[in-house]
């Protein structure tokens, strides 16, 4: 039992260049969410899914892309990288997808390390 | 806005002693708080879950309190040692149904 497995663990990248963070768990979870991680701030919430074909987007969207076209699945893209992008990102999962009243805790991924030069 | 405060500085705490950290919370009443455990290096581990209606939560030497009305929860560690040493953050679910906010963490280092 994986858990929650991102690759690559770090990328440095070029402004400009694409590239997809692959994220995969193996515990059945619904919940599936992209976070970034900047020092001195707290984890922001990128994208996020509640299941298969369905995507939503958190508090810093913009210039990321995701899909989930299975439930093990949830890959990041960034369109065009941007030193803005530089970052720590983290991929997570839980069961359930109702967070407001539920309690179920997240299980995170190793995170990648990502600068854009 | 929904805004979760924690102490940015270090905290530097002699091993054996209890140690106290705080996460502040505004404009909003969370049905419940978790706190994780962040080594570098690595991604967040869950520690505990407090809901709104406990007033205190303990799993071994951890205890977290939960005080609706002055907005805060405390963590505590007693008999804390060096491999308590990391970042340690809260998080409570945003009013929308799907999300979680984060504290920007807390570091702590437990000297010999």
């Known amino acids: 039992n994986a858990g929650v497995t991102q690759t690559p663990k770090f990328q440095v990248l070029k402004t400009g260049q694409s590239m997809t963070l692959q994220c995969a768990q193996d515990?059945?979870?619904?919940?599936m969410s992209w976070y970034r991680q900047d020092p001195g701030m707290g984890l922001r919430l990128i994208h996020y899914?509640?299941?298969?074909?369905?995507?939503d987007q958190g508090e810093v969207p913009n210039g990321y892309n995701v899909s989930r076209s299975t439930t093990e699945d949830f890959p990041l893209r960034l369109l065009s990288a941007a030193p803005s992008q530089t970052s720590v990102y983290f991929c997570?999962?839980?069961?359930?997808?109702?967070?407001?009243?539920?309690?179920?805790?997240?299980?995170f991924g190793q995170g990648t390390r990502l600068t854009v030069v | 806005s929904q805004k979760i405060e924690q102490n940015s500085e270090a905290l530097n705490i002699q091993e054996g002693k209890t140690a106290t950290l705080t996460c502040n919370y505004t404009?909003?009443?969370?049905?419940?708080l978790q706190w994780y455990r962040q080594d570098p290096g690595r991604g967040p581990v869950f520690l505990l879950l407090?809901?709104?209606n406990e007033k205190e939560k303990r799993k071994e030497r951890l205890k977290v309190t939960f005080d609706t009305t002055l907005k805060q929860s405390l963590f505590h560690i007693t008999a804390s040692q060096p491999a308590d040493s990391a970042t340690y953050l809260c998080?409570?679910?945003?009013?929308?149904?799907?999300?979680?906010?984060w504290g920007a963490g807390t570091k702590l280092i437990i000297k010999p």
């Open positions: 998080a409570l679910p945003k009013d929308s149904n799907y999300q979680l906010i």
């Open positions: 997570a999962s839980s069961y359930s997808v109702s967070l407001r009243t539920g309690s179920d805790l997240a299980f």
């Open positions: 404009n909003y009443s969370p049905a419940y």
């Open positions: 515990m059945n979870h619904e919940y």
């Open positions: 407090i809901r709104e």
């Open positions: 899914s509640v299941g298969a074909g369905i995507t």
